[in-house]
């Protein structure tokens, strides 16, 4: 039996990456909770590895970015945050493979770099279907209505195909009890 197993879907990972400063990041608060360490400790590890995290690796928030975030996300679950989150990119979530050396800290981060990876597979592939069919339309000029009709199906099924709601679920189980 698996008493202490824990199990993180995509969707969980997901609803973590926000786009701050136009790139893909991770919150300590968030990444800590998935890794089961508290955010100071997580901070603790990151400092005592500081050099391992440049800055395009793992920057700290503005005071505006973070009242932005929390407007965004509705009510606060910072609560009594006293520091401005760490925002940690791609490759400053994968640095903290080394730094934290946990079986679970490895199965997250294994997890979140997968996530991060299909996110750009599928933005990559919906940009360049986006850009043909538009090239396509152009070339039509609106002169056949039912090819439109055809065109709108597409980009409903485009918008559908990456809403994460429609992506398989997939977690994965650490640890045996």
């Given at each position: 039996?698996?008493?202490?197993?824990?199990?993180?879907?995509?969707?969980?990972?997901?609803?973590?990456?926000?786009?701050?400063?136009?790139?893909?990041?991770m919150?300590?608060?968030?990444?800590?909770?998935?890794?089961?360490?508290?955010?100071?400790?997580?901070?603790k590890?990151?400092?005592?590895?500081?050099t391992?995290?440049?800055?395009?690796?793992?920057?700290?928030?503005?005071?505006?970015?973070?009242?932005?975030?929390?407007?965004?996300?509705?009510?606060?679950?910072?609560?009594?945050?006293?520091?401005?989150?760490?925002?940690?990119?791609?490759?400053?979530v994968?640095?903290?493979?080394?730094?934290?050396?946990?079986?679970?800290?490895?199965?997250?981060n294994?997890?979140?770099?997968?996530?991060?990876?299909?996110?750009?597979?599928?933005?990559?592939?919906?940009?360049?279907?986006?850009?043909?069919?538009e090239?396509?339309?152009?070339?039509?000029?609106?002169?056949?209505?039912?090819?439109?009709?055809?065109?709108?199906?597409?980009?409903?099924?485009?918008?559908?195909?990456?809403d994460?709601?429609?992506?398989?679920?997939?977690?994965?189980?650490?640890?045996?009890g």
């Open positions: 039996m698996e008493s202490n197993a824990a199990i993180i879907t995509d969707e969980v990972v997901i609803s973590k990456i926000y786009i701050i400063r136009n790139t893909k990041v919150l300590d608060k968030d990444l800590a909770e998935l890794y089961q360490v508290t955010t100071g400790n997580l901070n590890s990151v400092f005592r590895n500081k391992r995290f440049p800055e395009d690796f793992m920057f700290q928030l503005y005071e505006e970015e973070f009242k932005n975030l929390i407007f965004q996300n509705g009510i606060s679950s910072w609560g009594g945050t006293r520091k401005l989150p760490y925002a940690f990119t791609e490759q400053g994968a640095m903290l493979s080394g730094v934290l050396r946990s079986e679970r800290a490895i199965q997250v294994i997890r979140i770099m997968r996530i991060f990876t299909r996110i750009k597979h599928i933005l990559n592939n919906h940009s360049d279907l986006n850009l043909e069919i090239k396509i339309k152009k070339k039509l000029n609106n002169h056949d209505k039912n090819l439109e009709i055809v065109f709108n199906y597409l980009d409903e099924l485009i918008e559908k195909q990456t994460p709601k429609h992506l398989p679920e997939i977690g994965f189980v650490v640890g045996k």
